[in-house]
């Protein structure tokens, strides 16, 4: 069992930056592949970054490539999401998700996904 828990949201103005954290509890989380996802009102959750058990691989969706970065510490059981340029179209609920699955090219799938956290709100005011 992991425990998920998002931090760093809120509100920003657009251009701004955040950077969210997710804080892991349990487990040994250098096993885990994670990935941040997003929802935003009467939206599907959509994918944003993915990064492998190392950190050596990341995997951005197109709307947030050379925006976001995805980065993680193991030795802290955590990984961020350095969110720079911010659009209104970023606002939405970010949540965090660990999977115990090798990589492959279903990361971008929640279903590829064990353990999620409980979310953070973004907004991005124009």
């Known amino acids: 069992q992991v425990q998920l828990v998002e931090s760093g949201g809120g509100l920003v103005q657009a251009g701004g930056s955040l950077r969210l954290s997710c804080t892991a509890s349990?487990?040994?989380?250098?096993?885990?592949?994670v990935g941040w996802f997003r929802q935003a009102p009467g939206k599907e959750r959509e994918f944003v970054a993915a990064?492998?058990?190392?950190?050596?691989?990341?995997s951005y969706a197109d709307s947030v490539k050379g925006r976001f970065t995805i980065s993680r510490e193991n030795a802290k059981n955590t990984v961020w999401l350095q969110m720079n340029s911010l659009k209104p179209e970023d606002t939405a609920v970010y949540y965090c998700?660990?999977?115990?699955?090798?990589?492959?090219?279903?990361?971008?799938?929640?279903?590829?996904?064990?353990?999620w956290g409980q979310g953070t709100q973004v907004t991005v005011s124009s």
């Open positions: 349990g487990r040994t989380f250098s096993n885990y592949v």
């Open positions: 990064i492998s058990r190392s950190g050596g691989i990341v």
């Open positions: 998700a660990a999977s115990a699955r090798s990589w492959s090219s279903t990361y971008s799938f929640p279903s590829y996904y064990d353990y």
